[in-house]
């Protein structure tokens, strides 16, 4: 498996010398300058087990969106969010992915899984119980359980796990997992932080929007909404705020923006003009996401328009990839799901309640269920622009409701020649075949 050891050795010491500093938050975290050495007595220990956490937070934010591959980007281009202007990255844009070539956040989704499991086995080993600790490792399981349900909604079906024995030694995992698979190990993430975290914390709030984004993705929208509806965190717990935000965090001079960094900042990629295919969506008109003229991009002819999304304007802008705003937009598809009128009226006060209530009429009934559905996925495609969920979406269209991949993602003639393959998720990166199992995938259905 392509595993950075030299880069996790990096990170451990890095954060190592944050707790030996005694400093914690969030900007020296992104921005500690990195030793070369770590020695085990100083990771067996309360500082180090608080520094491995560090590190294990560091690297899930970094498969979500760091400056080199990450899962909104190529979520992004996959999908209809976003058109390559670089040289080199056509075949994920026009889903004929590649798996010899980049770009793949997978690696990153491996050590962001296993540093977090060495992290909570270091914090229950090394630090003392009560509801710092508490926080912390419900904090982990919360962000275990976002990461594989994002990850299998990116992934194809049969991805290979490799772990870190107590020697540090690669372990190969056997088995391949599917996509079902690992929504159920997320599941399984997201109950262990709500049982650990204490009442108080808003990290049950990230536990909930990543518990019902998986039910929903397993196909069970009932359930999703009753996890972020009140009592869906406990009894006697609120609605999940629709003001509650959980941000990917990033820092000018160290884990940079990656939006940022591929699109305003290189001209590398940048949003569709008007629609990418006839089934995509008009990214440009909707004051949701919007966009600018920047210049053309990397390959000299394909003009880069930069989505006016806050998260992607500066290096050290956080991306929200948890939102209350999220369980409203469940919340209504579940109530469509179930015939409830009520959805409507859920998805006009989202509108009616934002930043831009101005710009955005009131919603109507298109009256047949295949355009109600169109309309809520719009919606979540509007309030979620590059948030790492539309491929998901889009997968669900086709296994929830009976769309095929033709109807939903772009297809037909490539802008830049040829026509779109028939993607619709991507494989890890052919490096993870030194994992004797893994072969490829075990399909690519959606």
Not at 266 to 279: L, Q
Not at 325 to 349: F, K, P, S, V, Y
Request: aromatic share 8%.
């Amino acid at each position: 498996m392509k595993f950075d050891i030299p880069r996790m050795g990096a990170t451990l010491a890095a954060l190592l010398l944050i707790a030996t500093l005694g400093a914690c938050n969030t900007d020296e975290l992104l921005e500690v300058e990195t030793p070369d050495q770590i020695t085990p007595d100083k990771v067996n220990s309360p500082s180090g087990a608080l520094a491995l956490r560090s590190g294990a937070i560091r690297d899930f934010y970094s498969f979500f969106n760091s400056n080199v591959e990450n899962a909104l980007l190529v979520g992004g281009m996959l999908s209809d969010e976003l058109i390559n202007a670089r040289n080199g990255f056509d075949h994920l844009d026009q889903r004929k992915y590649d798996e010899n070539q980049s770009p793949n956040a997978f690696s990153n989704f491996s050590n962001a899984r296993t540093n977090i499991i060495r992290a909570r086995e270091a914090l229950i080993e090394f630090t003392a119980d009560g509801a710092t600790r508490q926080s912390q490792l419900g904090g982990l399981h919360a962000m275990h359980g976002l990461l594989l349900a994002a990850a299998a909604e990116l992934y194809c079906n049969g991805v290979p796990f490799s772990n870190l024995d107590e020697n540090r030694e690669f372990v190969f995992d056997p088995k391949l997992y599917t996509n079902t698979e690992l929504w159920t190990m997320a599941l399984a993430q997201f109950d262990s932080a709500l049982a650990i975290l204490p009442a108080a914390d808003a990290l049950r709030n990230l536990a909930r929007i990543g518990k019902a984004r998986t039910l929903l993705d397993l196909g069970r929208p009932a359930d999703a909404a009753t996890v972020v509806r009140a009592g869906g965190g406990g009894v006697g717990s609120a609605a999940v705020a629709t003001n509650y935000v959980f941000n990917v965090e990033h820092s000018a001079t160290g884990l940079a923006n990656g939006a940022n960094a591929w699109i305003p900042a290189s001209a590398n990629m940048g949003v569709p003009p008007a629609r990418e295919t006839v089934n995509g969506l008009d990214y440009r008109s909707d004051p949701r996401v919007g966009a600018r003229f920047f210049r053309n991009g990397q390959d000299g002819t394909t003009p880069v328009w930069v989505p006016l999304v806050a998260w992607v304007q500066t290096s050290a802008s956080p991306v929200p990839v948890a939102t209350g705003t999220e369980a409203r937009l469940i919340e209504a598809e579940a109530q469509l799901t179930a015939g409830d009128a009520g959805w409507l009226t859920t998805l006009n006060t989202l509108r009616s309640g934002s930043t831009f209530a101005a710009q955005l009429p009131a919603l109507t009934d298109p009256g047949t269920p295949a355009a109600r559905q169109d309309l809520i996925m719009t919606e979540r495609a509007m309030w979620l622009y590059l948030t790492g969920h539309r491929v998901g979406d889009l997968r669900r269209l086709i296994r929830q409701y009976g769309r095929t991949e033709a109807q939903v993602f772009p297809s037909g003639a490539y802008f830049k020649g040829g026509t779109y393959g028939t993607d619709v998720n991507i494989p890890p990166p052919f490096g993870e075949r030194n994992n004797p199992a893994f072969t490829g995938c075990l399909d690519r259905n959606a």
